[in-house]
């Protein structure tokens, strides 16, 4: 998947500097003014996805043929054999650039904004044909943000705080991200579609719970509460006691980013990529003691546990008889792809 998404990213890239050649020589078609500018004297620079079809019919032929097709070559198996054909699928391109909400630059506090109002907790997953327009910035913000949220939520979740406070400290977080709004740093959004604005409207319903204190068993020892709580923030979770309360999990979110993430990293995600790697790794050692695994034998762990029933609620993990195969593939899943980064990460490794 990883690199499936990154040739995809390459051949946007190769058709956004092909349009972005022709700003000088074509810079009639460049400087049209939009239909919705209202003075002529607050024109600002025309973005490639404000183009219209007419514009980038224009530019097609101005740069001839068979360099859009060998950009367009890298991420379709359609021959276009006419400037028509080509310019139809670069303005297909443009479209979708437009209708993407996510934040563009590397802006960590806007990432933690958007993951209030489009993130797990209200419900929604992560669309991968949103990371193809992000830059290697954004989507280290985005891993960071991702991150953060799920060890920090994880590690809150044993704290005895209640649903009311967790929602008030959830408020007054959306509330910090609304002031910033109005910075002058604050990235772009761009989401100019009417389907798009549907498609990204918030559900009305309370995050907070998720991070309010559980009553587990008294039996459980501090590291199984510490599994629970993790799962709870990564994987799809529900809370049957309240209405409309549904988490899609941190989790998706996290593989999303793992499939554009620049490698190597820096050191600052570095470290954090390390204590999500440690992270895990303790919860694996966890569970394989609570199933009594020990030893190199492939798959034994996972042949512990029975899958997860498709016709149940997502759990509240709550207690052990929670845990089924898929938590024990996620945390699999996330140490061999952080084991990755790290293998081509040498030059900047930190010891475990």
Known sequence: MREYVLILRYGIEDVE??????????????????????STHQRQRREYWGLTGKDVRALVRSVGLPRFTQALAEFSDVVFNSRLSAAAAVYSILSRR????????YNIKAWHEYLNTHGPQRGY???????????????????TATASRLLRGARSCTKPTSVSDAAEDDRASYAESEND???????????????????????????GWLSASVTFPPTLSPDQRALLSFLRFLMPTSHTSLERTSSAGYGVWLFAAFSALDIPLDPDTDRLAHDLFRTC????????????????????????LHPRTQTTAPPLYASLDDICREDVLALYTIVVVLARFFRQNQDHFIPL
Not at 98 to 105: A, E, H, K, Q
Not at 125 to 143: E, G, H, I, Q
Not at 194 to 205: D, F, G, K, L, R
């Open 17 to 38: 500097s092909l349009l972005e050649e022709t700003r000088q020589a074509q810079s009639m078609v460049w400087n049209k003014e939009s239909t919705d500018c209202t």
């Open 98 to 105: 437009r209708r993407v909400g996510t934040p563009m630059d």
């Open 125 to 143: 997953a992560p669309r991968l044909s949103d990371l193809l327009w992000l830059s290697a910035a954004s989507t280290s913000a985005m891993f």
């Open 181 to 207: 709004s109005r910075s002058s740093d604050r990235p772009r959004f761009f989401d100019n579609t009417e389907n798009a604005a549907e498609e990204e409207e918030p559900v009305t319903t309370r995050i």
């Open 281 to 304: 790794c303790r919860h694996l050692r966890t569970l394989a003691d609570w199933q009594g695994v020990s030893g190199s034998t492939r798959d034994l762990l996972l042949r512990k």
